[in-house]
T-cell receptor, first 112, second 117 residues
Framework: GQQVMQIPQYQHVQEGEDFTTYCNSS?????IQWYKQRPGGHPVFLIQ?????EVKKQKRLTFQFGEAKKNSSLHITATQTTDVGTYFC????????????FGKGTMLLVSP | ETGVTQSPTHLIKTRGQQVTLRCSSQ?????VSWYQQALGQGPQFIFQ???????GRGNFPPRFSGLQFPNYSSELNVNALELDDSALYLC????????????????FGPGTRLTVL
């Protein structure tokens, strides 16, 4: 079945440093979503990417979808303590009945 | 807040028992998906309901079953509970337009923490 892998599992940065998490799928995806989950909270939708090579920005967050639609990345510029949480990617396969598969997430800790 | 509510917040059961979890979707949303999230893991898709019918299912045994009601609220039932069923159970609502699974922007509820002893 479809597998979605994320690296790194965990990253600890100083406030102001940049952060990147990478997502790789074993199969081609029709789209990919990114979610953020704060400690003790629930996942919150950040964005959905659909097109090959797509790049979207939300303030300090930049999301990319690979040309082959098998990988994606989330980059945060100048992290803040409010960025703390676990970032998940979730991909959907290309067949009509494919479901959404989440990666294991990257936990981000930001020290002031 | 998303407007998606779940009950109960926490639940403790013993092995072999049955449990029912409930979810009220966000106003206007017709699709509910259920996920199981074990500690330190990403959410795992259990199944999705669209207009009262199952609309996609993940790799979970038949003892995991569900319902969706005409008001689009939903239940997740788990029979013959096992220790490994201990997890956070999340429901997510979305607005769907088709019968082959809707995986657009999903709004998650706060979850039900199930502990099986």
């Amino acid at each position: 079945g479809q597998q979605v892998m994320q690296i790194p599992q965990y990253q600890h940065v100083q406030e102001g440093e940049d952060f990147t998490t990478y997502c790789n799928s074993s199969t081609t995806l029709s789209n990919i979503q990114w979610y953020k989950q704060r400690p003790g909270g629930h996942p919150v939708f950040l964005i959905q990417l659909v097109k090959s090579g797509e790049v979207k920005k939300q303030k300090r967050l930049t999301f990319q979808f690979g040309e082959a639609k098998k990988n994606s990345s989330l980059h945060i510029t100048a992290t803040q303590t409010t960025d703390v949480g676990t970032y998940f990617c979730a991909g959907r396969g290309t067949s009509g009945y494919s479901t959404l598969t989440f990666g294991k997430g990257t936990m981000l800790l930001v020290s002031p | 807040e998303t407007g998606v509510t779940q009950s109960p917040t926490h639940l403790i059961k013993t092995r072999g028992q049955q449990v029912t979890l409930r979810c009220s979707s966000q106003s206007g949303h017709n699709t509910v998906s259920w996920y199981q999230q074990a500690l330190g893991q990403g959410p795992q898709f259990i199944f999705q309901y669209y207009r009262e019918e199952e609309n996609g299912r993940g790799n979970f045994p038949p003892r995991f079953s569900g319902l969706q009601f005409p008001n689009y609220s939903s239940e997740l039932n788990v029979n013959a509970l096992e220790l490994d069923d201990s997890a956070l159970y999340l429901c997510a609502s979305s607005l769907g337009g088709g019968q082959r699974g809707n995986y657009n922007e999903q709004f998650f509820g706060p979850g039900t923490r199930l502990t099986v002893l």
